[in-house]
């Protein structure tokens, strides 16, 4: 047997990952969606262990993220994601309750789990939906649609093969639940059979999940919006006073630029990962509602059109301010690299001056130290002269042949340059010195 990836048990495990339940009808779902931090998310793990304690049921390993339990009266899905848990409670509905739900008047969950337990759920309310899944001959579903549902905004289509019919409005009730009606048939192109109805079920509560994951990222998108209305007019305000600024005013235009680059990064980096997990969800949410393959019923929409018309706008506004930032951040880097231009040719044109003048100083120097070196061989003549003339005093009453005045005047002119050859060799070996 060859040696296999550590991960590789893990990493095949995830195509079998939420496998659809077998789900017969009549069936009630209630599904919520808790919207979690990574302590709300540890915290749903020990609520769930508190639940199936109480019905002698082994809480799932830490490292499980999705788990299913068969509890008195109810099964219970529980699932772990990245941002938010969600737990899902599926019963067989009584006939009572086919009987009301057909008159539009459905009774209250009735789960059979502890009151408190449900209402302490770790994390704050996503979205909750209420799905029945009840035989199309039980009930008159013509009624019961005009019953539950509003006029204005019910969806009908037809699914699973066009056996059955699906219908919700996505109203929010007082409860703050959202209704689902599934009308199952009994035969279609192919009957529905309990895994067909589970697909169902599961995509859509994925789609109504999905569709508020997705829509997190819509009030940062109206902040950005806004703020970014401001932000693109400062910005122009500061391109016209960079094209007409004086020397003086560049400094503090560069500092107003480099403020509101940091604003607008601060607010990319707080933003950009909202916006991508926005544009995530929602790409699960137009895979779910193609999976469901609905024909829509006559004079009804679908629910897929209804997404596409309530939802689309809302991510073409994430999108959009997510492009707006990057372009705006864009210019930015343009207009401060136009005023860094601006900068850099004025501190050129002061450094040219400056070497300018050091130059004429430099120039000045050499003349003055020309003149200096011709002051020192004058003085330096004069005194080594003199000292000649005191050797010659001496040197005559030893038979020296010249007269004082005779051998001063000679002197003069080979000391005067023997001093000069001897300055000069000076200042060319200090040259050569210092030259690399």
Known sequence: MLTPLPSRADLHGEVHARPPEALEAPLAIVHYVMWADGAARQASRAHLGELLASA???????????????????????????????????????????????????????????????????????????????????????????????????????VISGSSDLHTDMRLQADGSIRVLVLVGETAPGKVSPRRLGRLVQRLLDIETYRMAALMGLPSARDTVAWLASAESDLAQLAE????????DEPLLLDRLTRLAAGLESRYA????????????????????????????EGMQSLHDFMQRRLLPAMHT????????????????????????????????????????????????????????????A??????????????????????????????????????????????????RIIGEHEP
């Not at 006939?95 to 539009?104: K, N, S, V």
């Not at 909202?274 to 929602?282: Q, T």
């Not at 010659?392 to 020296?400: D, F, H, R, T």
Request: charged content about 20%; glycine content about 8%; hydrophobic content about 45%.
């Open 270 to 297: 707080a933003t950009h990962t909202r916006f991508s997990a926005s544009a995530a969800y929602f790409s699960l949410v137009e895979q779910r509602l193609a999976d469901i393959a609905e024909t829509r019923i």
């Open 379 to 428: 003085a330096i003549t004069y005194y080594v002269v003199g000292l000649i003339g005191y050797l010659v005093k001496g040197a005559q009453k030893l038979g020296w042949p010249l007269g004082t005045e005779v051998t001063t005047a000679i002197s003069v002119p080979l000391v005067a340059l023997g001093v000069w050859w001897m300055i000069k060799k000076v200042h060319h």
């Open 56 to 158: 002698g049921i082994e809480p799932p390993p830490d490292d499980v993220n999705f788990f299913r339990a068969r509890l008195p009266g109810l099964d219970l899905r529980w699932e772990l994601h990245t941002e938010f848990v969600s737990w899902t409670f599926l019963r067989e509905m009584s006939a009572d309750e086919i009987l009301a739900l057909g008159q539009g008047e459905p009774q209250a969950a009735d789960l059979p789990v502890p009151p408190a337990w449900r209402r302490a759920l770790p994390g704050h309310a996503l979205t909750q939906v209420d799905v029945w899944a009840v035989p199309r001959h039980a009930i008159d579903g013509a009624a019961a649609v005009r019953r539950l549902f509003d006029a204005g905004s019910v969806t009908g289509s037809t």
């Open 318 to 377: 994430c999108a959009s301010a997510d492009r707006r930032q990057a372009a705006l951040s864009q210019r930015i880097e343009r207009v401060s690299g136009l005023l860094r231009t601006r900068v850099e040719v004025g501190q050129q044109q002061s450094s040219r001056e400056l070497l300018g003048a050091m130059n004429r100083r430099q120039g000045l120097q050499l003349q003055l130290q020309s003149t200096v070196e011709g002051l020192s061989v």
């Open 241 to 248: 006073q960079v094209r007409d600024a004086a020397a003086a």
